[in-house]
Nanobody, 115 residues
Framework: QVQLVESGGGLVHPGGSLRLSCAAS????????MGWYRQAPEKERELVAT???????NYVDSVKGRFTISRDNAKNTVYLQMSSLKPEDTAVYYC?????????WGRGTQVTVSS
């Protein structure tokens, strides 16, 4: 069992930056492909970024060039650095850990981009 706890969300002005963190319990963090998803009000959850065990990354087109996903296996933590934030980035951001057919989710952290 893996528990994921997100942090780092908050209120930021358009054009600002935030760094989200997701801390994972357990000693097998390094085997999981990690990802960040988000869900805006009245919208479906969407993929934001993924980072595989092998180091490959994937981003939704709307965040390319603005967001960066990274991980620190020694700290059992995955990060999402978000820059040039836009109001449309407002959502609850969820951390995901995937290994085969097994998926774990955090409870989410709210990001609000507003002037």
């Amino acid at each position: 069992q893996v528990q994921l706890v997100e942090s780092g969300g908050g209120l930021v002005h358009p054009g600002g930056s935030l760094r989200l963190s997701c801390a994972a319990s357990g000693s097998i963090f390094s085997i999981f492909d990690m990802g960040w998803y988000r869900q805006a009000p009245e919208k479906e959850r969407e993929l934001v970024a993924t980072l595989t065990v092998g180091g490959s990354t994937n981003y939704v087109d709307s965040v390319k060039g603005r967001f960066t996903i990274s991980r620190d296996n020694a700290k059992n933590t995955v990060y999402l650095q978000m820059s040039s934030l836009k109001p449309e980035d407002t959502a609850v951001y969820y951390c995901n850990a995937k290994w085969g057919l097994t998926n774990y989710w955090g409870r989410g952290t709210q990001v609000t981009v507003s002037s």
